[in-house]
């Protein structure tokens, strides 16, 4: 007779272990898988004081682990109005017009997700459209991808005071070529944020306590929030402090730009001091190109709608290895942002040279996103062991309509190459990009199976619901350095698991979005119940 905690039978369990996938039952205590197998050897771990639960043949996984997610937004922004919907740039300005009429002591007023095309068909809309609608105080929008801001004049003088500050340009503020004046538009948005007082008063933990939460009823039981401000990487310590972190966290602390590397030491001391089974720095992020659909992503041909552009990286090759060397070889996992296929090949040049001069090997840098990959490119990751971390949902026809224009069908009909990735023996790992798109790896998980090819048909790009669960478990464990902990579900390892209410491995493809997550345990904890 055993002293388990938790006894769960009468399950279908995927264990995610590529030798022995499946399971009947597994029992756990203190925060860690003690059996799990056959029924039969499982009930040897029960004792009297052992909770039970049955699970009425439903399917059980490993926790989701989002491999690249910005949950700290919760903390950052507090609240936002919701863009998500991709309204109209009339219905857009009726929002932001109610919003702030709601809410006369807001300082500022914020917005996300608005989509390019909804919003004005070609171009961005200017300062002007917004001036309209609210003038006694700043407003900022941002897209559904993150980068690139709308604002209006209160906006613009809070922004040109902050680069005067510091004697250079933040956010990347556009001008128009015929006049030089700020148009209202930024392409660089989150590196002026965090600079913006009126931005930072709107810290929250209440707005992070909802984050969080919204992720574990999503399934998911470890993140990796990819882009924190060392500054903010506390209000994760604060809310475990509170016993309300029901996720475990991997982060990577945000590089802008113009860091000095006399900050470097900073850096080390935030890894030094968040290392435990809840809360882990490692990790550092960088970019090094923007976005296509602004012409920033870093390409290695023109773009189609203007064949003199390529998109700027934002690093000569030679400063960015300078960087990633550095980090290397202080011992960071390294996550670069690269859409286009030249800066994905610019970070693969810059790993193969830091591991070179460093002579360091199991780093397992990432490139984020990966849209973009020139064919000569794909053996690379698996050659040099960097992982492609990469958002199914990022593909989806309704969010990449101005995407597939800047970029031109063939290269649209190439990108996203998940199938290409994996056969090339890749570690595939999947993940959000929330709040650029919704948080539930189920999402994913049907865009990854289903895809649609642009000219019809299921996508060559396709890949099996086997490999998608993995590259939102296994594969991701790997990829945030926490396989000996979870991703799959074996003895030894975190009792992180999740319940379903339908078997994804045999639902009808037509029935797979009614499936949902019921149940999230976490060390073997519900922390959250569709049942309440």
Known sequence: MGNADLLVTNAKIYTARPTDPWAEAIACTDGRIVAIGATRDTERSAGPKTKRLDAHGRLILPGFIDAHTHLIWGFELGTWIDLTDWPSLGEVQERVARYAREHPDDAILIGHGFDYEALQAGSMPGKEALDATVSDRPVLLTSWDGHTGWANSRFIRIAQRIAAERGRDVGEMQLDPATSEPTGVFTRTFDLTPLVPEVQARRSLDGLRRTVSEASRCGITTAFDVQVNREDVHAYADLRARGELTVRMRIALYHPEATDPSAYAGFEASKAGFQDDWIQVGAVKLYIDGVAETGTAALLDPYTRDPSARGPALYTFERFREIVAEFDRRGFQICTHA??????????????????????????????????LAPS?????????????????????ELTARWRDAVGPDRADAGFPWRELRDAGASLAFASDWPVAPMDPL??????????????????????????????????????????????????????????????????????????????YVAGRSVYSEAG
């Open 443 to 520: 999402l994913g998980i049907r865009e990854a199976t289903g895809r649609l090819s642009l000219r019809g048909g299921p996508s060559g790009h396709r890949i099996t619901m086997q490999e998608a669960v993995d590259a939102y478990t296994r594969q991701a464990a790997y990829a945030c350095h926490a396989e000996s902990t979870r991703g799959t579900l074996v003895v030894g390892k975190y009792a992180d698991f999740i319940v379903l209410s339908d078997d994804i491995f045999t639902i009808r493809e037509n029935r797979l979005a009614s499936a949902r997550v019921i149940g999230t």
């Open 377 to 397: 490119d794909l053996p690379r990751f698996a050659q040099l062991d960097v992982i492609p971390c990469m958002m199914p949902r990022h593909s989806a026809p």
């Open 339 to 372: 859409c286009g296929d030249r800066g994905a090949r610019l970070a693969l040049d810059a790993y193969e040279a830091a591991a070179r001069a460093n002579e360091t090997s199991g780093r397992r840098h990432r490139i984020e996103h990966c849209e973009l």
